[in-house]
């Protein structure tokens, strides 16, 4: 009997502690009127000055949740869509944006400063639910000393890669599990239309394509262009990355090179545009659209290039010396609507992975 | 036993069945024809197959390597034992990202096996079963090993005496005594290798999918919650069926041997048999443990002085509101708090299941605190996602989260070690204090407590170590911007450029570092008779 006291107690207690978490929860959302919560991915990435201006300017205080990568972010907040995590999510990108806005993720809010933007990233422009803050492209890039030892021209285009000159030097990641292999499917699909994207991957299968599962092994270990892979041996010159790749190679070496080691192939790029959108039952509407309005601000747009490797969406933001350089934004990228990708994405991916990997 | 049961039920099974009902549930009609749609897909009937024999290859693997192992910790003394048991020991708490990349840097391009032979073997079956080994080694090295050192040896020396060939001596008394170790350390190893993520995630490559990494596709990538619902029951019965055999094979063993104290038992090595024993047990140790994280530890130090981790202690304005280093203390803070929340319910566990008169559902119990260990991190941090967003338990933006995910997670080792301990603790002192007048408190304090405050410190130690490496719940879990260690190396590893790679490697030494000591001094208050782990 008297164990059983024991025990009642003891629960007694947990319950008390357990419940205390849930006031201190309390506490902190009487005050949520004072802070704004964005929820993002984990490639999230500020200067802490800028933040510091924004809330001084404002007087919110900003806090932000990373969630893994995109797609877990966005798939998080659907779930949670009674009950949001936070006020703004930032970093819904063209492929999922369709998911998002069917799901009825955000509330309609046009941002101050949107007519800075160029309309070619407005991709809700009617309801603007949802509001483009940056862009980035999906591209192959080129190991240059490998090109230059071998005295080749690296190749420019999706139909390069499928020459004989480039057989076995290609390296991509797996469309269903990572993102920029699910991009440069995409791109290829928008650049060969619903039906002509099968041939041409049979093409690259012929033509010796590797595939592996993520980026970190793509660009880690096969790449021959990034130093991690010329350590590691890779002796693939060529791989799916970002256009902004090279430009990293030179700011996160251990000893600055002159000039990058790695350059992109113009014709094999893919566009993402990132939005971000006020959520539904977001409990802070206020601090949440001042919050977006500050994210296409000039001190915000020109602070992003270098945390998160990603172009400004506002006009005339400027960008880096890094960046102009090393890595400019491709002029004609591959685009396609967020509706086309919503209705194909799945069963391209499953036609791919049979195709490719089977 | 109440405050386990509503800590499991409030933090595990709601959170789970909410996130399965969401799956399986659209409309308020129940879709159940959706379990053999899905299961009859080819696809996922590959996966099954491929779950199962990889999980079966590597059990079978890690035993034949280990179990020697068991015989040279149970029955041999040497110098440096006590560092050797914490070095095999280190492997099992590591995440699997920094495991990952310690073994894609080994068996993979450029790798030394590369360099030295040519011999590449990422993207195959055998680097997941070699990384499989290297995690589970020291599951059945303590399982067995720690038995086979409570055996007492002149109950063989005796059937020597009597005429008995060593042979038949060791088949006839030592092998049966230990069968049913081996069998629950085998059914352990089967059970992490079944549900194994990481290790299939990256060494894998795309071609190979375990179930849990299916569950992960479809709940994360995909967005097919039914068929994740589906694939997640699939799990459960699985992992179901494999802890009831379990459960029911640590009862047997816990009843039927008489043990003695393993400092006794242990004797320095004689003959050739027995030195080239230790010297091939030293040798796969050295080979398949200590030769990947040696790896990560040269890779950390590429940069001349010291240069990554000099590189830790910055703020680079963005990625890390932080400076990296600062994810050691938010790991270190969330796993105090994972240990204290994991011993308190581990320990009520414990004690509820460890009294004679616990009927078959309070034993029952026991392999249901199991569970979690066996239940996809993605299935339980989307389901506390749904099911913790309302007062009074909101806790989505709670702090408390990420240390409840892990104790989750730690608890079962809590259990684990303190059962068999508080099991061997005779009631007749209890009945004997309480007579004398003794509250049941103060039975505790003075009779309980004293006997099992080593293994207790034991268990904390284990969930501390656990909690510290813990990453799949972790990962899914809204946290403030705060990473922990295994977190903070994987944001790192996703981004291009040496000195992201580098400083990787040097969060990830750092994370062994800690995790070694923490293992260390375990050893230090390991008891004469501690639990599996």
């Not at chain 1, 893919?270 to 939005?275: A, G, I, L």
């Not at chain 2, 309302?390 to 995910?405: F, M």
């Not at chain 2, 061997?424 to 209890?430: I, M, S």
Request: net charge positive; with cysteine.
């Amino acid at each position: 009997m008297q164990n059983k006291t024991l025990v009642a107690v003891a629960a007694g207690l947990g319950l008390v502690a357990l419940s205390a978490c849930g006031t201190t929860d309390g506490k902190d959302s009487g005050a949520a009127s004072k802070t704004v919560t964005v929820v993002s991915h984990d490639s999230w990435a500020v200067s802490k000055n800028v933040i510091k201006d924004f809330e001084k300017s404002s007087g919110y205080k900003v806090r932000v949740l990373k969630d893994g990568d995109a797609g877990q972010a966005v798939n998080k907040a659907i779930l949670t869509k009674d009950h949001p995590q936070g006020d703004v999510l930032f970093g819904v990108d063209n492929t999922l944006l369709s998911r998002a806005l069917d799901n009825g993720l955000f509330q309609p809010y046009e941002a101050k400063g949107l007519g800075q933007v160029d309309p070619a990233h407005q991709l809700d422009a009617d309801k603007h639910r949802v509001t483009p803050v940056d862009y980035g492209d999906i591209c192959v890039n080129y190991d240059k000393a490998y090109f230059s030892a071998h005295k080749l021209t690296p190749p420019q285009t999706f139909a390069d890669l499928a020459k004989p000159a480039y057989k076995n030097l290609l390296v991509t990641e797996n469309a269903a599990t990572s993102s920029p292999g699910l991009g440069f499917l995409l791109g290829s699909a928008a650049r060969f239309g619903d039906t002509g994207w099968q041939g041409y991957w049979k093409k690259l299968e012929a033509n010796g394509v590797k595939v592996v599962d993520g980026w970190e092994q793509a660009y880690y270990q096969e790449f021959s262009g990034s130093s991690e892979g010329k350590k590691a041996g890779g002796d693939r010159p060529l791989v799916v990355s970002y256009a902004s790749s090279p430009p990293a190679e030179v700011i996160y070496a251990t000893k600055r090179p002159s000039t990058a080691p790695t350059g992109v192939s113009n014709g094999t790029c893919f566009r993402q545009t990132e939005f971000a959108g006020l959520l539904d039952n977001a409990r802070n509407t206020k601090g949440g659209k001042a919050f977006i309005d500050f994210l296409l601000t000039r001190e915000f747009q020109q602070d992003m290039p270098l945390n998160m490797f990603v172009y400004p969406v506002v006009k005339g933001a400027k960008v880096p010396a890094e960046f102009t350089e090393y890595g400019p934004a491709a002029e004609k990228p591959a685009t396609m609507a967020p509706a086309e990708i919503a209705a194909n994405r799945d069963q391209w991916v499953k036609a791919w992975t049979s195709l490719v990997l089977k | 036993m109440a405050l386990p049961a509503a800590f499991f039920a409030v933090f595990f099974a709601w959170p789970v069945a909410a996130i399965v009902t969401r799956g399986l549930r659209t409309d308020g009609a129940w879709r159940f024809g959706r379990i053999a749609d899905v299961v009859t897909q080819p696809g996922i009937r590959h996966v099954l197959w491929f779950t199962t024999w990889q999980a079966l290859a590597s059990t079978a693997l890690t035993l034949l390597l280990a179990l020697p192992a068991a015989y040279v910790f149970a029955r041999l003394d040497f110098p440096g034992k006590r560092i050797l048991r914490a070095v095999v020991t280190v492997p099992f708490v590591l995440p699997t990202v920094v495991v990952g990349s310690a073994f894609l840097a080994l068996v993979g391009r450029g790798g030394l096996l590369d360099e030295l032979w040519g011999v590449r073997l990422d993207t195959t079956v055998w680097a997941i079963l070699a990384a499989h080994v290297f995690f589970n080694y020291a599951v059945v090295v303590r399982t067995v090993g720690g038995l086979w050192a409570q055996l007492d040896p002149r109950q063989e020396q005796a059937a020597r005496m009597l005429g008995a060939s060593a042979a038949r001596a060791w088949r006839k008394i030592t092998l049966p005594a230990l069968v049913p170790a081996v069998a629950a350390a085998a059914l352990m190893v089967f059970l992490f290798t079944f549900t194994s993520f990481g290790v299939v995630q990256i060494l894998g490559g795309p071609t190979f999918s375990t179930l849990e990494v299916e569950i992960y596709r479809e709940t994360s990538e995909v967005f097919d919650l039914a068929t994740a619902a589906v694939l997640t029951l699939v799990q459960f019965a699985a992992v179901g069926a494999i802890l009831a055999v379990h459960a029911w094979t640590v009862r047997r063993r816990e009843t039927a041997l008489r043990l003695v104290d393993a400092s006794g038992t242990a004797r320095r090595p004689r003959g050739a048999g027995q030195w080239t024993l230790l010297a091939g047990v030293l040798l796969t140790v050295a080979l398949l443990l200590v030769l990947p994280l040696a790896v990560l530890v040269r890779r950390s130090l590429d940069a001349p002085g010291l240069g990554y981790y000099r590189a830790l202690t910055e703020t680079d304005g963005g990625t890390f509101l932080m400076a990296p280093l600062h994810a050691v203390w938010t790991s270190l803070e969330y796993a105090v708090a994972a240990t204290a929340i994991a011993v308190l319910i581990g320990g009520l566990a414990a004690a509820a299941l460890a009294r004679r008169d616990a009927g078959r559902l309070v034993r029952g119990f026991d392999a249901l605190l199991m569970l979690p260990l066996g239940v996809s991190a993605v299935t339980v941090g989307f389901g506390f996602l749904i099911a913790l967003d309302k007062p009074p338990l909101d806790l989505r933006e709670s702090w408390i989260l990420v240390p409840l995910a892990q104790a989750l997670v730690g608890a079962p080792f809590v259990v684990r070690t303190m059962l068999p301990v508080l099991r061997a603790v005779d009631g007749r002192l209890r009945e004997a204090a309480a007579v004398l007048g003794a509250s049941p408190w103060r039975v505790w304090r003075e009779v309980d407590l004293p006997l099992v405050r080593r293994a207790l410190l034991v268990a904390a130690g284990f969930a501390f170590a656990v909690s510290l490496g813990e990453f799949g719940a972790t990962v899914f879990i809204a946290r403030p911007d705060n990473p922990t260690l295994p977190v903070a190396v994987a944001r790192l590893l996703s981004r291009p450029g040496d000195l992201n790679y580098g400083q990787a490697m040097a969060l990830s030494t750092i994370l062994m570092v800690v995790c070694a000591a923490a293992l260390l001094v375990l050893e230090r208050l390991r008891t004469d008779r501690t639990g599996e782990f």
